[in-house]
């Protein structure tokens, strides 16, 4: 069979590749791939197929396929007459078991080690995998001491793997997690691709704080300082870019700027928040998928579009059976229901939302912590009894009284709501947030003074009404939260690779 010299290249590269093993007596091993498994991943990739792609590729019933793999050594048993081991590359939850004759295995072959492993890939006789591999030769890459090794077998403490966050990555769970939020990304994109939304880059480096809250990380070099014996600067002489920088906390405004030109766009963007809270669903540094689209006149409408979004998403269910595993079973029947298309998300206001607070508040012995009241940000306990015990899944919560919501959303003809909605999720509670924006030019200002805010820091935003405005709206969705509810993590810590909050940040 002839193929282009672009792949000969790269067989003869990853394929062809002649390992030499201390325990075959220096033995030089040639292996090849099957001229099927060419076929199937040499047009896609200059690369070598990973476990996940040998594992779902047809393999022959009748034959043995040649197959070179490499990555970590996760289990080793070893018996009199042979060895077991199990590789995993990351590549997907189940590992490939890996079966050695003693003389060919060596000593250093321990958990957490790195391989390479050239063999013959065939149907396993044992119960628990399809196929397995007959190790012809095997190379350790990288040493690990067993003993000294952090990352064992048996569970460990969430704070012990906080500790180590350098390495929790290696853990099934949190592999699983990455696995997850990768999947989930990519299902975003597809979506957004499909509404023929343009994902943009946002600034990091920002001038205001987009929610007004204040709970913005102040940015300046580090010789910002003036050195001793000199004077110091005038504040606007002695800040980096001439005023006040800040780490973003949204991309909202900066999206509403390109929605102008390019009408639906979004983003995937790391957000940062100085907010001490120590609850499970909060962190200083986080991602937010924001969205922005022109020519929209109806929260409701706005409120599909994530509802379509999210159910889409959900679909992606690879990671469900190690995830879920010893989950709690109500969540993953109520995450499933969710997920059921043709069945609408319920959608109430505000104000019915607190009447009916209210009426469980006064007819329950316990009742809530915090009385609910109109006018009154909704507390935890209160979206939490919303989705789960009044709706019993996710519910779009709409057009909240304006003091309680930031400068930018649309003013309601009532002159005292505003055009927005929260999603709240069973077991997470707020899920998303999102509104239509003001786009009246006087609305705007006067919120903005309304809100008690500077007017000179957002010269540019009350612009963009002058030239040209139309109506438009989006969403925000925490990104960490969304990878908890699908996987049933219930601390966002745990739903991100390096988390950081108050106090803590080991890397």
Same mark, same amino acid.
């Given at each position: 069979?002839?193929?282009?010299a672009?792949l000969?290249?790269?067989?003869?590269?990853?394929?062809?590749?002649?390992?030499?093993?201390?325990?075959?007596?220096?033995t030089?091993?040639?292996?090849q791939?099957s001229?099927?498994?060419?076929?199937?991943?040499?047009s896609?990739?200059?690369?070598?197929?990973t476990?996940?792609?040998?594992?779902?590729?047809?393999?022959?019933?009748?034959?043995?396929?040649?197959?070179?793999?490499?990555? !970590?050594?996760?289990?080793?048993?070893?018996q @009199?007459?042979?060895?077991?081991a199990?590789?995993?590359?990351g590549?997907c939850?189940?590992?490939?078991?890996?079966?050695?004759?003693?003389?060919?295995?060596?000593?250093?072959?321990?958990?957490?080690?790195?391989?390479?492993?050239c063999?013959n890939?065939?149907?396993?006789?044992?119960?628990?995998?399809s196929?397995?591999?007959?190790?012809?030769?095997?190379d350790?890459?990288?040493?690990?001491?067993?003993?000294?090794?952090?990352?064992? @077998?048996?569970a460990l403490?969430?704070?012990?793997?906080?500790?180590?966050?350098?390495?929790?990555?290696?853990t099934?769970i949190?592999?699983?997690?990455? &696995?997850?939020?990768?999947?989930?990304?990519r299902?975003?994109h597809?979506?957004?691709?499909?509404?023929d939304?343009?994902?943009v880059?946002?600034?990091i480096?920002?001038s205001?704080?987009?929610?007004?809250?204040?709970?913005?990380?102040?940015?300046s070099?580090?010789?910002?300082?003036?050195?001793?014996?000199?004077?110091?600067?005038s504040?606007?002489?002695?800040?980096f870019?001439?005023?006040?920088?800040?780490?973003?906390?949204?991309s909202?405004l900066?999206?509403?700027?390109?929605?102008?030109?390019?009408s &639906?766009?979004?983003t995937?963007?790391?957000?940062?928040?100085?907010e001490?809270?120590?609850?499970?669903?909060h962190?200083?540094?986080f991602?937010?998928?924001?969205a922005?689209?022109a020519?929209?006149?109806?929260?409701?409408?706005?409120?599909?579009?994530?509802?379509?979004?999210l159910?889409?998403?959900?679909?992606?269910?690879?990671?469900?059976?190690?995830?879920? @595993?010893?989950?709690?079973?109500?969540?993953?029947?109520?995450?499933?229901?969710a997920?059921?298309?043709?069945?609408?998300?319920?959608?109430?206001?505000?104000?019915d939302?607190?009447?009916?607070?209210?009426?469980?508040?006064?007819?329950?012995?316990?009742?809530f912590?915090?009385?609910?009241? !109109?006018?009154?940000?909704?507390q935890?306990?209160?979206?939490? !009894?919303?989705?789960?015990?009044?709706?019993?899944?996710?519910?779009f919560?709409?057009?909240?009284?304006?003091?309680?919501?930031?400068?930018?959303?649309r003013?309601?003809?009532?002159?005292?709501?505003?055009?927005c909605?929260?999603?709240?999720?069973?077991?997470?509670?707020?899920?998303?947030?999102?509104?239509?924006r003001?786009?009246?030019?006087?609305?705007?200002?006067?919120?903005?003074?309304?809100?008690?805010?500077?007017?000179?820091?957002?010269?540019?935003?009350v612009?963009?009404? @002058?030239y040209?405005?139309?109506?438009?709206?989006?969403?925000?969705?925490?990104?960490?939260?969304?990878?908890?509810w699908?996987?049933?993590?219930?601390?966002?810590?745990?739903c991100?690779?390096?988390?950081?909050?108050?106090?803590?940040m080991?890397l």
């Amino acid at each position: 069979m002839s193929y282009p010299a672009r792949l000969r290249v790269s067989f003869r590269r990853y394929h062809c590749h002649k390992i030499t093993t201390k325990n075959c007596s220096q033995t030089r091993v040639a292996v090849q791939v099957s001229s099927m498994l060419l076929r199937r991943f040499a047009s896609t990739s200059t690369l070598p197929p990973t476990i996940r792609q040998l594992l779902s590729s047809p393999q022959p019933t009748s034959q043995e396929t040649k197959v070179q793999l490499s990555g !970590w050594i996760k289990s080793v048993r070893r018996q @009199k007459n042979v060895t077991f081991a199990v590789i995993n590359d990351g590549s997907c939850a189940s590992g490939l078991q890996a079966v050695l004759k003693p003389d060919a295995t060596p000593h250093n072959l321990t958990n957490g080690a790195s391989v390479r492993i050239c063999g013959n890939l065939v149907q396993s006789l044992g119960r628990g995998q399809s196929y397995e591999l007959h190790v012809e030769a095997v190379d350790v890459l990288g040493e690990c001491n067993p003993e000294a090794y952090p990352i064992q @077998k048996q569970a460990l403490p969430v704070e012990f793997l906080r500790d180590n966050a350098h390495l929790r990555a290696r853990t099934d769970i949190s592999a699983a997690m990455l &696995r997850l939020r990768d999947s989930v990304l990519r299902s975003l994109h597809s979506y957004y691709e499909a509404q023929d939304f343009h994902y943009v880059h946002t600034p990091i480096l920002t001038s205001n704080d987009c929610e007004g809250g204040g709970e913005t990380f102040r940015v300046s070099p580090v010789s910002s300082s003036p050195s001793s014996g000199q004077s110091p600067d005038s504040s606007a002489q002695s800040e980096f870019f001439s005023k006040p920088a800040y780490l973003t906390v949204s991309s909202q405004l900066h999206l509403e700027a390109l929605a102008a030109s390019l009408s &639906r766009v979004y983003t995937l963007s790391p957000c940062f928040r100085a907010e001490r809270s120590q609850t499970n669903r909060h962190l200083a540094e986080f991602w937010m998928l924001e969205a922005e689209w022109a020519f929209i006149d109806h929260v409701g409408d706005v409120c599909y579009v994530v509802e379509d979004t999210l159910k889409n998403v959900l679909r992606c269910q690879s990671e469900n059976a190690l995830l879920w @595993k010893n989950g709690d079973g109500t969540k993953l029947r109520s995450l499933e229901d969710a997920s059921r298309p043709g069945i609408p998300w319920t959608r109430m206001s505000y104000t019915d939302a607190v009447k009916e607070l209210q009426k469980y508040h006064a007819s329950s012995r316990v009742g809530f912590e915090f009385e609910p009241a !109109w006018g009154r940000a909704l507390q935890s306990e209160h979206e939490h !009894w919303l989705s789960e015990r009044l709706v019993g899944g996710p519910v779009f919560v709409t057009d909240y009284p304006s003091s309680l919501k930031p400068f930018y959303m649309r003013a309601n003809d009532d002159g005292q709501t505003v055009a927005c909605f929260d999603l709240l999720v069973p077991f997470i509670g707020e899920l998303v947030g999102g509104s239509l924006r003001e786009e009246r030019s006087s609305h705007l200002v006067e919120s903005i003074q309304r809100h008690g805010l500077k007017e000179e820091e957002y010269g540019w935003y009350v612009d963009l009404r @002058k030239y040209g405005s139309a109506p438009h709206g989006g969403y925000g969705l925490g990104f960490e939260r969304l990878i908890s509810w699908m996987s049933g993590i219930e601390n966002v810590r745990e739903c991100i690779a390096m988390p950081r909050w108050a106090k803590r940040m080991l890397l």
